[in-house]
């Protein structure tokens, strides 16, 4: 039997990309799984292809969203054994010229928005002895032009990762966070124009010369689906790169 059978299971972000292909994974190894995105289209496509137990939407910005997301989700499943943390946005904007709203707006998503959905969430991962993953990003622990809000946030995330999973540990709830690099989904699409004006190197090449190719949503699924498991019992406030040793280079 796979490790996930019957693992309840709610994923933000999960109408596309990474969180599609982990909704995808988990499905797949006998996870019921409900969907969550602020895209109710993208949501319902996800849960049709993977047949998940359901959909309980809501823009991670949102408290009241998120409370009744939860909620709906419990109602669904009888209960929250794996809590995964994806949705996720970037900003592309050299630092010091970017907005102070736009600044506001990424923190509201990744950092804001993964703490309301994790304190929404702990009492019923308390109840079951559950787990939280968080996505997590290269970006939190290196810097990278254009994207210095973004690392910031993700760097925030580790920490929130790394304090959760010690207050929690009494309890028996792990938390931990995954760090990919450039992963092929329309976030990076949307980042390939600046970073090419920027560097004047096709964004490819980067690609192979860091990482050897860009990563797939399923890479990380893989990963996501490991720390979630029971086989990962004594892994906890850590947090795992995968980058096709981008972060291993310093040349
Ligand atoms: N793609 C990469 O290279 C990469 C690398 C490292 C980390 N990540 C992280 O992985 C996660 C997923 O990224 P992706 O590449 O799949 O992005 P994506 O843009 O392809 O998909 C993100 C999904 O999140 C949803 N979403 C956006 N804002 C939301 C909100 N406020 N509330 C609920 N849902 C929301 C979107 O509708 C979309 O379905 C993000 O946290 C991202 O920072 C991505």
């Not at 049709?48 to 359901?54: D, K, L, P, S, V």
């Not at 809000?149 to 309890?171: D, F, G």
């Not at 976030?187 to 004047?200: G, S």
Request: proline share 3%; glycine share 10%.
């Amino acid at each position: 039997m796979s490790e996930l059978q019957d693992k309840r299971v709610f994923v933000t972000g999960s109408g596309a990309g990474i969180g599609k292909a982990i909704a995808t994974l988990f499905a797949e190894r006998g996870a019921r799984v409900v969907v969550s995105d602020i895209d109710k289209d993208a949501a319902a496509r996800t849960a049709e292809q993977i047949g998940a137990a359901g959909v309980a939407n809501c823009d991670v910005t949102d408290e009241a969203q998120v409370l009744t997301a939860i909620s709906e989700t419990v109602g669904i499943l009888g209960g929250l054994d794996v809590l995964v943390n994806n949705a996720g946005i970037e900003i592309s904007s050299p630092l010091l010229q970017q907005s102070t709203d736009s600044f506001d707006r990424i923190f509201a998503v990744n950092v804001r928005g993964a703490f309301v959905v994790m304190k929404a969430a702990i009492e019923h991962l308390v109840a079951s002895k559950g787990n939280i993953v968080n996505i997590a990003s290269i970006a939190g622990v290196g810097g990278s032009p254009l994207l210095g809000s973004y690392c910031a946030t993700k760097a925030a995330l580790i920490q929130l990762t790394r304090v959760a999973a010690v207050e929690m540990r009494p309890n028996g709830v792990r938390v931990n966070a995954v760090c990919p690099g450039f992963a092929d989904t329309s976030m990076v699409d949307r980042l390939i124009p600046d970073f090419e004006a920027a560097t004047q190197v096709p964004f490819g090449d980067l690609v192979a010369a860091k990482q050897g190719r860009l990563g797939t949503p399923e890479d990380i699924a893989e990963l996501t689906a490991f720390l979630a498991s029971d086989r990962a019992a004594w892994i906890t406030g850590s947090h795992y790169i995968l980058d096709g040793g981008l972060t291993a280079s310093l040349v």
